[in-house]
């Protein structure tokens, strides 16, 4: 599928969601596909989903995940999109021309995902909130576009990890408004989600699978 491009006046903290060099250096390697693998078999033992679905991943990089996602969940139809154009044409040259004729690529924001009100079965996204300084919107976005029973597959990481000492001199983060545990469950519950599965590092991170509910 061709690329594409969806522009909205843009906030300047938005800009904020790119992702640096050295992310970049930590997100676009083999490990972290590797990684990704293990995430998505495990998602996937905890929600069974049908095949043939419409499925987004929000902030998708380079595009190892939408492979894997496409493998695993054999959608109808897999959107792929990222804030970042140069990361949508990595994801271009990563993905094989099988893969992307059943991926459409395209660059947008999560605050204003390019859909109608209940459209979607799926959203996965991995490590996109804690680099969203309002956070809560793109929630309440994601859950906009998903219908009732739409499961949201998510990996987040949490400010201790990546706010530390080291981290917060070499990773580009918003630095208020963050989220822990308690924070990140709240917000699922206030943006109608209800988390059916987690696996959980304390300080760390958390995988979840998480339904809406209305």
Request: net charge neutral.
């Amino acid at each position: 599928m061709e690329l594409q491009w969806f522009t909205w006046e843009s906030k300047r903290e938005d800009r904020k969601m790119k992702l640096n060099w050295a992310e970049r250096l930590v997100v676009n390697n083999p490990g972290r596909a590797f990684e990704q693998g293990f995430e998505i078999r495990w998602m996937k033992r905890a929600m069974h989903l049908q095949e043939g679905l419409t499925i987004l991943e929000v902030g998708c990089g380079r595009g190892a995940g939408a492979g894997l996602i496409l493998k695993e969940f054999r959608p109808a139809v897999l959107h792929a999109m990222d804030l970042d154009f140069a990361m949508i044409r990595k994801a271009h040259r990563y993905l094989s021309p099988e893969q992307k004729e059943r991926i459409s690529l395209y660059a947008a924001d999560a605050l204003h995902l390019p859909y109608k009100d209940s459209t979607l079965d799926a959203v996965f996204g991995f490590g996109v909130l804690h680099h969203v300084p309002d956070w809560q919107s793109a929630l309440s976005e994601i859950s906009r576009v998903l219908k009732p029973g739409g499961v949201y597959f998510v990996e987040e990481l949490y400010p201790t990890l990546y706010q530390n000492f080291i981290t917060r001199h070499i990773l580009l983060h918003p630095s208020e408004n963050r989220f822990d545990s308690r924070d990140l469950k709240e917000a699922l519950g206030a943006s109608h989600f209800s988390i059916h599965d987690t696996l959980e590092v304390k300080m760390v991170g958390i995988l979840g699978v998480c339904i809406k509910t209305h």
